[in-house]
């Protein structure tokens, strides 16, 4: 029985192996050849509209990938609620991001060398390097899902109160380092959230602090200013206080300060385990910027459907 069980298990990681393999940057250089510059064109135009665009496409393609894999099934809609962007932990995703994929579809199937050859997933994952990072090679190659549940979300995505360990231990089920968690976080550096996901720090912390000690106080008193008790649930603030329209490090050099907004942020500075790692990619803007192109490069291997698994969705919201 152990045999049989090793065996299956070799045989699982040749075939995840095989499926991260089948990617290829050269996926459409037969069937869509201009298929890059068509969805950077169609971002660009998005992103000059509203900067909302950046963080909220890059939190998509995090969101799809840790849920099913990256294949596009957080883009899918349901009439009865049930799809997974339907679930708390995925409502609050902006819906710029969900329309940068829409008109970047559209854009690349306005061309007929390219019409219904192009996967939503791809799309996405390519919409995801046009936010302002480094730039990288994309691996393209992925099919869309056909399935998207809103109990499929459950426990899939970290909480912005989550420790190292819960945070080392859901990037460890999709094989991504400690490293790479920490590299992926820096994308905090855009964006924002809303004052729910953190007024526990700045107002019932526990019953001796009001304040989370772990939290520069000066950020604390900024934080209450603008996110009062019985704020408007709508309220959102930048998670980067510093350059918060610029991907780079400041929010690592933020966390040496206690200016991490959540929990899960501020952590990889306290926990000496990780801290290192915040230090170096404090120190250097390079070093980030060359671990992060690593992890979401893997990020994107994630579950992917390749060869004649799923499909190639005609509308990112529906299957066909």
Do not use: W
């Not at 000059?48 to 899918?76: E, I, K, Y």
């Not at 709508?234 to 200016?259: C, E, S, V, W």
């Not at 799923?310 to 066909?320: F, K, L, S, V, W």
Request: glycine share 6%.
């Amino acid at each position: 029985m152990a045999k049989r069980s090793l065996v299956f298990f070799s045989f699982l990681l040749l075939a995840l192996a095989a499926s991260a393999q089948r990617l290829s940057p050269n996926f459409y250089r037969k069937t869509c050849p201009n298929l890059e510059s068509i969805v950077r064109t169609a971002v660009q135009n998005k992103f000059q509209q509203t900067f909302v665009t950046a963080p909220g496409t890059l939190r998509l393609f995090f969101h799809d990938c840790f849920v099913r894999g990256c294949d596009a099934s957080v883009m899918l809609a349901s009439t009865n609620g049930n799809a997974e962007k339907d679930h708390p932990d995925d409502i609050s995703l902006a819906g710029d991001g969900f329309d940068t994929v829409i008109k970047a579809k559209a854009a690349v199937d306005s061309n007929p060398q390219c019409r219904n050859k192009v996967s939503c997933a791809d799309i996405l994952a390519l919409a995801t390097k046009e936010t302002g990072g480094p730039s990288y090679t994309v691996e393209l190659g992925r099919r869309d899902g056909r399935i998207s549940t809103k109990a499929s979300v459950q426990g899939q995505l970290p909480h912005p109160t989550f420790n190292l360990d819960q945070l080392n231990s859901m990037f460890a089920r999709h094989g991504l380092s400690q490293t790479d968690m920490i590299a992926l976080s820096g994308a905090h550096t855009l964006g924002f959230s809303h004052c729910g996901r953190f007024s526990n720090r700045i107002f019932n912390f526990s019953p001796r602090n009001q304040i989370d000690p772990t939290l520069n106080f000066q950020y604390a008193m900024q934080l209450r200013q603008m996110c009062p008790r019985n704020v408007d649930p709508r309220i959102a603030i930048n998670m980067d206080p510093t350059t918060p329209r610029t991907f780079d490090n400041a929010y690592f050099k933020n966390l040496q300060q206690g200016m991490g907004l959540f929990t899960s942020d501020q952590i990889l500075f306290t926990d000496r385990r990780s801290r290192g790692t915040v230090n170096l990619f404090a120190s250097s803007n390079s070093a980030f910027q060359q671990a992060f192109v690593s992890a979401i490069t893997k990020l994107g291997r994630v579950g992917v459907l390749t060869g004649n698994q799923g499909e190639i969705r005609r509308d990112c919201t529906r299957p066909n």
